[in-house]
């Protein structure tokens, strides 16, 4: 398949670790953020959301966590799997406004 | 449900010529979006539909034109296609306003021009 981004900031863990893909974002009014995870020949799929009035959400072997302060966003996937490997992406957006605006990404990659 | 579906799902085109690229989303959602990728830029949104009967630009678009036919369906017309329009094109649609739960997105048509 093509690739989904030649120079894209690259993590390589091994599998069963604990995988932490951190994102800076740009809008310091923005008040609800998504994650998204993209394989290879495919569209983004949601994984999961955050609104600003919270600092961490968990959900399935998956946490995000939310640093206003420095505008910051983490993605935690625990025990990580080969189907983890992709690439993810996190977007931004103010409550009520339809544009989402997405960061440049991070590739995952799972080794056995 | 299908979701999100996009045709074709590969083209190529010569420089000059026109096509267009056409999405439809089954989930009865109002919002529908037309985002290009490429190659460490992420997604960049071209233009967008609120709901049926509005289009809107958003970042990047010059050298395309869209219609919202109806509620499902949304087009993406190149008049005369450039070979900066290669890229990697995905539609997407979310169901409500503020967009939470977030925007789904179809399989992408990947589009090079010669």
């Known amino acids: 398949g093509e690739s989904v981004g030649l120079h894209l900031p690259t993590l390589s863990v091994q599998e069963g670790d604990n995988s932490i893909i951190n994102c800076a974002y740009s809008n310091s009014a923005s008040d609800y953020f998504i994650w998204y995870k993209q394989e290879s020949g495919k569209g983004p799929q949601f994984i999961i959301d955050i609104r600003s009035n919270m600092d961490k959400r968990q959900g399935q072997r998956v946490t995000v966590l939310l640093n206003k302060t420095v505008k910051h966003l983490s993605l935690q996937i625990a025990a990580t799997q080969p189907g983890d490997s992709a690439v993810y992406f996190c977007?931004?957006?103010?409550?009520?406004?339809?544009?989402?605006?997405f960061g440049t990404g991070t590739r995952l990659l799972v080794s056995p | 449900n299908a979701g999100v579906t996009q045709t074709p799902k590969f083209q190529v085109l010569k420089t000059g010529q026109s096509m267009t690229l056409q999405c439809a989303q089954d989930?009865?959602?109002?919002?529908m979006y037309w985002y290009r990728q490429d190659p460490g830029m992420g997604l960049r949104l071209i233009y967008y539909s609120a709901s049926e009967g509005t289009t809107d630009k958003g970042e990047v678009p010059n050298g395309y034109n869209v219609s919202r036919l109806n509620k499902r369906e949304f087009s993406l017309r190149l008049e005369s296609a450039a070979p900066s329009q290669t890229s990697v094109y995905f539609c997407?649609?979310?169901?409500?306003?503020?967009?939470?739960?977030?925007?789904?997105f179809g399989p992408g048509t990947r589009l090079t021009v010669l």
């Open positions: 977007a931004e957006t103010l409550t009520g406004f339809q544009k989402l605006v």
């Open positions: 997407a649609s979310s169901a409500r306003q503020g967009l939470a739960g977030g925007q789904f």
């Open positions: 989930m009865n959602h109002n919002s």
